[in-house]
């Protein structure tokens, strides 16, 4: 490979989570490598990527308030990945939750998807989704006939890597089903080490707001329900910490009562801290993996989750974690309180040794070990 030319094109540069830490590691496997995104925003991002080159595509041109409505720039999307010009390049990787894998490559250029979901909103999320915009019957109608054709530029963009890998064995059955391809499974990055540091925090002023408390980690994207989350606490009044940014920030903090926490966006250094002294991980959302609640448990946290998606490959019941089978609040507080039952039983030594396998130079060696097989980029 040393004598090619990689790029990597990565859907939207504008905040930090499992799917960035992907690309993050991809980055430190090929150094040179530009990153071409469709939206860059160096705030939110706070700092990573800063030493990469960074190409972005036409809709960066766009007004600041349009570029954070997505929504209004959902007739641009697809149009965006494909006016990349990636002609000088050997090989392309993309790291695609939707829009990245439909670029456009030569006849020669050897084009590998990363992906860490079929594009969720025109597939198995697609009535959650309209049901979300609250639109009347003629809008509904237009939104559903549009979201149609999304719906064929996806499958037909599913169409264009050469070679597709999947975040789960959960995502290589969702890409079976709707894109009709196969792909192998390579689980994401985890950074051990950086978990495994004892939290000795910089600022001698910072301390956690209470103790014996229970932690949510995630994107505040309604689909991760973290309400459902906080609604079961506010019932239990029990400790609860929610670290994260997104949409549904201030409607969190809206119905969170005074025993639970939002704080927003966290360095790694004070989610560390988090993590070490949480007594549980929550994981209510229905998600192709969950690099989240990995890192939970790489400190011996146990994670109480929704019994669906990736996280079922991650967390062994009664051993790891335990399992609610609806995101309702009533059904999550009862799994907190059958976890407070079992809490003395749990292991952390074991919780954290059932996750070494998914360590960040395993990916490494995996996704190299994959591309030295192409044999098209070994000729």
């Not at 064995?169 to 709707?178: A, E, G, L, M, S």
Request: proline share 4%; hydrophobic share 35%; net charge positive.
């Amino acid at each position: 490979m040393k004598d090619k030319k990689v790029a990597l094109v990565h859907d939207f540069l504008t905040g930090f989570g499992g799917a960035e830490r992907v690309l993050e590691a991809l980055t430190e496997m090929f150094p040179d490598a530009p990153i071409y995104t469709l939206l860059y925003d160096k705030d939110k991002i706070r700092g990573k990527f800063k030493d990469k080159i960074i190409y972005t595509s036409f809709l960066q041109k766009f007004p600041k308030f349009l570029r954070k409505r997505y929504k209004y720039l959902l007739p641009f999307l697809p149009v965006a990945p494909e006016t990349f010009d990636l002609r000088d390049y050997d090989l392309v990787i993309t790291s695609s939750g939707a829009w990245s894998k439909g670029i456009i490559t030569r006849l020669n250029t050897v084009h590998i998807a990363y992906l860490h979901s079929p594009m969720r909103f025109v597939w198995d999320q697609n009535e959650r989704y309209l049901k979300q915009q609250g639109r009347g019957r003629i809008t509904g109608f237009f939104s559903r006939v549009f979201l149609s054709y999304i719906r064929l530029w996806d499958k037909s963009a599913s169409d264009r890597p050469d070679y597709l890998i999947s975040n789960s064995k959960y995502t290589q059955k969702r890409v079976k089903k709707y894109y009709g391809r196969e792909s192998a499974v390579i689980y994401p990055p985890v950074d051990h080490e950086t978990r495994n540091t004892k939290h000795e925090t910089k600022n001698p002023n910072y301390q956690l707001p209470f103790t014996d408390y229970f932690l949510v980690v995630s994107r505040l994207s309604p689909y991760k329900q973290i309400d459902k989350v906080v609604e079961a606490f506010n019932k239990l009044e029990l400790p609860l910490v929610v670290i994260g940014e997104g949409s549904e920030k201030k409607y969190l903090e809206n119905i969170a009562e005074k025993n639970v926490k939002i704080l927003g966006w966290q360095s790694d250094e004070v989610i560390n801290g988090y993590y070490a002294n949480a007594r549980a991980f929550l994981f209510a959302g229905v998600d192709d993996f969950g690099i989240a609640s990995v890192e939970a448990m790489t400190r011996g946290v146990p994670v109480l989750s929704i019994r669906q998606g990736g996280i079922r490959e991650i967390v062994e019941e009664g051993r790891t974690g335990e399992f609610f089978d609806a995101a309702t609040p009533e059904v999550i507080a009862d799994c907190v309180r059958r976890f407070m039952e079992n809490e003395n039983n749990y292991d952390k030594e074991y919780i954290r040794k059932s996750v070494e396998r998914f360590g960040e130079e395993r990916f490494k060696k995996e996704f190299i070990n994959y591309i030295d097989n192409i044999k098209q980029l070994s000729s």
